[in-house]
């Protein structure tokens, strides 16, 4: 069993290599353009702020003298801290590269790990964590919004809500692990947090009924909503400034037809994988 867990980690980080590697040997940044640039500022920000004492979830070196609470922005906390002593010892520019190649990896791996729990299955769950971790949908977010290709915590969520349903985790080992999950998705996307709670929540009442006798919905249910409240407790500060900045945020929202996904991306190369080049 564990082979099947090498062999997968190695081959979608080699698949990850092939397809989004492009320019980087060469000191170049993954799809250079606005968004990656602002990434790459957000991960020099962290280890900025926090070394030199400073609140890092507001900064006044945008839009100054008013200030910008960061946490309107996708600041991407939680990979800042991930990647800080490569930033440190090389630069932001080469830790946003990294994260750019483990991303559909890891969302691959942490997919496989859930269709594996639930079919015993290792070869489905190795062609299930490829379609989820190179979907359409990551894929054209790897054009530079890196806080919404990495998702590989959402499967990982899942798969410990299913576990705490059937009994196979102690009520505090989940709370305390959910927490930190959403906790760490938080400072990720707060956007794919939000879509994970409310999926999250029409999935459980689709199968509570025809499920509530075979494993603890109840129990599932309970102890989510403990672990919503200390999660609501531990980011009350963040809250605080995200009000704060509430007047910050723009009334326009970008059109989804900019970055829809399509069903032909699993099968016919799109632009940020470059298969074929121009000739395709």
Not at 152 to 177: D, E, W, Y
Request: charged content about 5%.
């Amino acid at each position: 069993m564990v082979f099947w867990h090498v062999i997968s980690v190695a081959l979608y980080f080699f698949a990850s290599l092939f397809f989004f590697s492009h320019g980087m040997l060469s000191n170049q940044v993954f799809q250079p353009g606005a968004d990656p640039i602002a990434s790459i500022w957000f991960l020099n920000w962290w280890p900025y702020a926090i070394s030199r004492g400073l609140n890092p979830l507001v900064t006044h070196y945008l839009w100054s003298p008013i200030g910008f609470s960061l946490l309107w922005a996708t600041s991407i906390p939680t990979l800042a801290f991930l990647v800080w002593p490569g930033t440190v010892f090389w630069d932001a520019e080469t830790t946003y590269n990294i994260l750019c190649l483990l991303a559909p990896a890891l969302n691959a791996y942490a997919a496989f790990l859930l269709v594996k729990y639930l079919t015993r299955n290792a070869r489905a769950a190795f062609f299930c964590g490829y379609l989820f971790g190179f979907s359409p949908y990551v894929a054209s977010h790897m054009l530079g919004h890196l806080n919404l290709a990495f998702v590989p915590l959402v499967p990982l969520m899942l798969l410990v809500c299913i576990r705490r349903a059937r009994n196979q985790i102690g009520r505090f080992s989940f709370i305390a692990t959910l927490t930190v999950l959403v906790l760490l998705q938080f400072g990720i996307s707060t956007e794919v947090l939000a879509t994970s709670a409310l999926l999250g929540a029409v999935t459980y009442f689709t199968f509570f009924f025809t499920h509530r006798r075979s494993i603890d919905m109840v129990g599932l249910a309970v102890d989510t909503g403990i672990g919503a409240i200390a999660c609501s407790v531990l980011l009350s500060p963040a809250f605080y400034f995200l009000w704060l900045g509430a007047e910050q945020v723009p009334d326009g929202i970008n059109s989804p037809v900019i970055f829809s996904n399509d069903l032909l991306g699993f099968i016919v190369p799109m632009q940020t994988t470059w298969i074929g080049g121009e000739a395709l």
